[in-house]
């Protein structure tokens, strides 16, 4: 018997047939023996609804409310699953983030798990009961509803299985597996096996869709063991485990893409001590991540400022900005929507030289110039305008040597949101 943590993403629950497939599911491991914990999404489209009527109020809308309007996809879909659970004779009962309670900073939008009491949903797991948790959803300091940012089902999903010490958290989405790239985009795209935490976590930070980003952090640091599978398939899927479980460590894993940037410039900004930290705090401080930094060296003490972040944040980020024009003293600022970041990931770079050059030269010969470069131990990541988004991914996936056969299978869409 084992403790199993199962999530389903937004298209997995679309309709009541895929809620009806979804119990199905459930009650297959029940029915092993195993208790089993179920992390659910919004149906799919749903939150992509509720965040649109907010937008449409006001740009710039109230956090909080925000929170309270998008968290109740969720609510929606646990207590469906529910029903369903409850109807093919599985012992089960809803639960929304505050009853765990799943508690968070107050960072409305973006909240970061604080704490999860694990005991009550171990009791009720013990007792053969299912509890099926509203991802995304949790409670602030304040006592008031708080989301965990787009993808954050798979944070409540690892969050809580490592909380209830589960042995294994499966997610289970729309695809049957990590792939090397998106097959959308290149139908040769392999899947793989198993994939590293730290691999994966470069992958879900520059573009993949298959996890969220800070939950493959959190799997990484409580050792959460992650399996990603197919909702509507029966095939194996892919591990995301410790690298020393890796035999074969290739040089490049994946190519990712994230077409959710905007490019943000700030010209002749005075080239003087203090001026990064007067740019960035009012960002950081409302909660707005800026990814890829270079700033020009200038010859008449000014300088020009260039940054990436999430094109959802830019409108905040530009208000923020232009604010302080006077006190920072930057002459215009230029803002891009139309960029993609294109990111080249594999733990073979600590020990192989030249896949740099490589992603430069494979491009170059594409005629896609590069316009902001960034790089870490294990990744290279480049903007690119948004147009060469899809030629830059097949040419670096051919370059790394990592196609695979012609498939003969049609690919899915992608996952929900939530």
Known sequence: ??????????????????????????????????????????????????????????????????????????????????????????????????????????????????????????????????????????????????????GGSDLSAVAIAAAVRADRCDIYTDVDGVYTTDPRIVPRARKLEKISYEEMLELASVGAKVLQTRSVELAMKQRVRVQVLSSFEDKPGSLVVDEDEIVEQPIVSGIAYSRDEAKVTLRRVPDRPGIAASVFGPLSAANVNVDMIVQNLGADGTTDMTFTLGRSDLPRAKDLLEKQQEQIGFEALIADPDVAKISVVGIGMRTHAGVASTMFKTLSEKGINIQVISTSEIKVSVLVSADYTELAVRALHTAYGLDGPEPARSTPERRGEG
Request: proline fraction near 3%.
């Open 1 to 150: 018997m084992a403790r199993i943590v199962m999530k389903f993403g937004g298209t997995s629950v679309g309709d009541l047939d895929r809620i009806r497939n979804v119990a199905s599911r459930v009650k297959r491991e029940v029915e092993a023996g195993h208790e089993v914990a179920v992390v659910v999404s919004a149906m799919s489209g749903v939150t992509n609804q509720l965040v649109k009527w907010c937008q449409e109020l006001s740009p710039l809308h109230d956090a909080r409310e925000y929170d309270t309007v998008v968290a109740t996809g969720e609510q929606v879909t646990i207590g469906l699953l529910a029903i369903a659970l409850q109807t093919v004779g599985v012992d089960a009962r809803s639960w929304q983030g505050w009853q765990v309670p799943i508690r968070t900073d107050n960072a409305h939008g973006k909240a970061r798990v604080d704490s999860i009491e694990g005991a009550l949903l171990i009791e009720r797991m013990q007792m053969g009961q299912v509890p099926v948790v509203a991802g995304f959803q949790g409670i602030g300091p304040d006592n008031r509803v708080t989301t965990l940012g787009r």
